[in-house]
């Protein structure tokens, strides 16, 4: 692939894509819907949040995408391969919920392991090693059998697996089980240097706060469906904004306001859906224009935790 | 580096893997040292039923099981190796254990008969030849299983199943010697499953050159179509993890 086609080929390419899982082989047992038509393109250099309650279909989404399981229908690519290639592999790593290796190898043998099968050189492997060990701060534990590991230890690890040989897109399913608040900043870091080297990498966490300081981008998964996906769903950027005004002097309606939704009005002020702060000046403009007089305006935006809430909301309603 | 990786981890990746070795060699030097009689034993037999027959489950007992009840497998699964270097490199870790451990126990058992002079090492070297072979075909049986079923149940299942059809055998031959059912029980078995009766006619020299390489490569031939079964297995499985 040349580096024209690279830089248009999306990282990840879902189309119509659905899972169900049971039926026949579950011994007739009533099948589970967990994904349904979800489409969505990514493209390079972007840290995705993906939320959802228990049972959205986050793990099966990730899993997809890995290569785990199959889609019962609908197309998954990754970097242009079809999932579960070869190629495809090559270009990801993947960190599970809860990690497991062979509990009598150390942790640096479990990475000469796995660089061996990720095709790192030979000369390179154990160099290699180090480095990501050094890197999620387990070299003093590099002799030491992963049997005795902590969780956190081995989510730890699991991420330094996941990140032999340098992979374009890294999946993360709940990555911070476990960790302790260090590690918790060292991942964001890890996770910050990784976007700015261009790798895309994509999130599953119930640690909404965790999140929000990494991306300003989430795919809302909501039984097995996408409710939100992209920038617009950024929810600290998204909010209301709530004007009060001097009583009787204009009368608001939504049609002045357009395309901004009117939430709420009353004599005293009202309140309006905008993208963002850079929103604000417009709406004002055309209040003042239409002869309202303006006393205050506040910017309320929704923390990722109150969207998450509202979306689940809407969606049981 | 990939196959090297794999082919070591089926001997480390247990402690009792190396448990098994040991103790194989240590039952045959004891049995050596019992007080029964054991001269009219045919060493060779004895290799192939126990090291060639048995010793292939205890080795391969969840090689592939493990992986997916621990959730492991969802690991190695993402790397970037196809699914049928993933299960031959593996068969390869065995089969190359097997030949070792085989060799040893040829070894050490010349070695006890040139020192106490107890049973026959007649044919010792083609026993040893069969041994591997049908070693190898009961290794790609129960690693095929092992794709399917989970943790170490594919050795459990393989035994049980072996004895089961050994109680069928042993009634049917004793009540219907000469029954339809019976033949055609025996021939199934001798061209399905592992060719434990074609292999040791290698053995017992009941064979010339050319009957025996027919032997020999019907086992090589059904090992590899155990093999492809178990490839294909696991290119079609899925490795689900726990649910949202």
Known sequence: ?317 | MAAYALIIETCLRKASIRIVHVSWFAIYALIFLFPFEPEMWQWGAFLFGWSGCLLPLLLSEGIFGDDIASGRIRLLATKPIRPMQFYLYRFLGLSLQGAIHISAAAALIFALHGLTGRGSVDRLGLWAVATWLVFNAWTALSTSLSVVVKRAHNSMLLFAATGMVLFMLSFLTSFFPNGVATVLFLRVLRYTCPSVELLSEIGLGRCRLAGGLGNAGYSLMLTAVYCAIGVVLLSKREFKGATD
């Open chain 1, 1 to 317: 692939m040349s580096d024209s086609e690279k830089e248009t080929v999306p990282v990840i390419e879902c189309r119509d894509v659905t899972k169900v899982y049971g039926g026949l082989k579950m011994g007739g047992a009533t099948p589970v819907r967990a994904l349904g038509n979800v489409s969505l393109q990514v493209g390079g250099g972007t840290i995705i949040g993906l939320i959802g309650p228990n049972g959205a279909g986050k793990t099966t989404f990730l899993s997809l995408i890995a290569g785990l399981i199959f889609p019962t229908e609908g197309l998954i690519r990754v970097c242009g391969h079809p999932a579960r290639s070869v190629d495809a592999r090559r270009k990801l790593g993947y960190v599970p919920e809860s990690p497991v290796f062979l509990s009598r190898y150390s942790a640096r043998a479990v990475m000469r392991h796995h660089a061996a099968l990720r095709g790192v050189p030979r000369r390179e492997i154990g160099d290699e090693a180090d480095r990501l060990l050094a890197q999620v701060r387990l070299s003093e534990y590099a002799h030491r059998a992963v049997g005795g590991f902590s969780q956190g230890m081995k989510q730890r690890l699991a991420l330094a697996v996941a990140l032999l040989g340098d992979p374009e897109l890294l999946l993360l399913d709940e990555p911070s089980n476990g960790l302790d608040p260090i590690g918790v900043i060292e991942l964001r870091r890890v996770l910050s240097e990784l976007r700015e080297s261009g790798a895309t990498i994509i999130i599953s966490s119930h640690r909404l706060g965790e999140l929000e300081r990494l991306t300003s981008e989430y795919v809302f998964l909501h039984r097995g469906r996408i409710v939100k996906f992209g920038g617009e769903a950024a929810p600290q950027q998204a909010g209301r904004l709530r004007i009060d005004l001097l009583p009787g002097r204009c009368s608001v309606t939504q049609e002045l306001l357009d395309p901004y939704g009117l939430l709420e009005v009353s004599e005293s002020g009202l309140v309006v859906s905008v993208g963002g702060i850079e929103d604000a000046p417009v709406v004002v403009g055309r209040l003042v224009n239409a002869g309202a007089a303006i006393t205050g305006v506040a910017l309320e935006t929704q923390d990722i935790e109150e969207t998450f809430v509202r979306l689940c909301q809407e969606r049981a309603s």
